[in-house]
């Protein structure tokens, strides 16, 4: 967990295809992708990894802000019991995910979405979509994890401006 742009799926690229030199697949989660997205895509790795000839060799599987999709449940059972669907997961499948913390709004954010910016009517419209089933207050637009996920939390928190500035060089 951490914040946007604070080098998690850089760090997680680096470590498989760097370190380890294995295959890294990345899932880049977002709201629309629905269960049916999420086994297609499943069944499709399953297939790769069936056809490794190498008996050393993995697939690591990195759901990128897995916290944004409603199907969290279907996510859990992947990532934590390493089934799909209630079937066992080949044993070299390696899972990975990456979220964004469940954060409130500070005064100063909440100000300016309620600042009076463009068309009133535009804005308006827009944002009843943007925010239709989701709590504005939020920072970021999650859904609560299973409790069984939070074990397995690690809170990278955000980029100092020291080391931001290293990244940028």
């Known amino acids: 967990m951490g914040e946007t742009g604070c080098g998690k799926t850089s760090l997680i690229k680096f470590l498989c295809q760097k370190i380890l030199d294995e295959d890294l697949e990345i899932f880049r989660i977002h709201a629309g992708v629905t269960a ?26 990195f759901f990128d802000e897995f916290n944004t999709t409603t199907n969290i ?9 390493r089934t799909l669907l209630g079937e066992p997961l080949p044993n070299k499948m390696v899972f990975l995910g990456a979220c964004n913390p469940r954060r409130q709004k500070t005064a100063q954010l ?48 955000y980029l100092n401006e020291t080391t931001e500035l290293d990244y940028v060089k």
Not at 37 to 51: D, L
Not at 73 to 81: A, D, N, R, V
């Open 36 to 61: 049916d997205i999420i086994i297609n895509k499943m069944n499709a790795y399953i297939k790769k990894v069936q056809a490794y000839t190498d008996e050393e060799k993995r697939l690591w599987i």
């Open 73 to 81: 449940g279907l996510l859990k059972e992947i990532m934590c019991e």
């Open 110 to 157: 909440i100000q300016n979405d309620n600042a009076h910016v463009g068309l009133r009517k535009n804005r308006y419209e827009m944002q009843k979509l943007l925010w239709a089933g989701t709590d504005q207050r939020l920072l970021y637009t999650v859904v609560p994890m299973p409790e069984t996920m939070l074990e397995y939390i690690w809170d990278y928190g």
